[in-house]
């Protein structure tokens, strides 16, 4: 039997940077703050950027 993929949506994702205002799009299952900033995370690898502030609203 097939297992479909997780089904995802289109978030809007506002952060921080380094004290930098920035956003990002990204496909989440939720609208889970964590998930974000392991999108986050993720997006910025190997790096030692600091991110703060993650706020995750659904994109129009």
Same mark, same amino acid.
């Given at each position: ?11 809007? %994702? *506002? ?17 889970? %703050? ?19 502030? %993650?706020? %995750? *609203?659904?994109?129009?």
């Amino acid at each position: 039997m097939n297992n479909p993929a997780p089904r995802t949506t289109k978030y809007a %994702v *506002s952060y921080k940077l380094n004290g930098e205002r920035r956003f990002e799009f990204a496909n989440l299952q939720s609208a889970s %703050v964590d998930e974000a900033r392991a999108a986050l995370e993720k997006m910025h690898d190997q790096s030692d950027d600091q991110i703060t502030d %993650v706020k %995750v *609203s659904k994109a129009l």
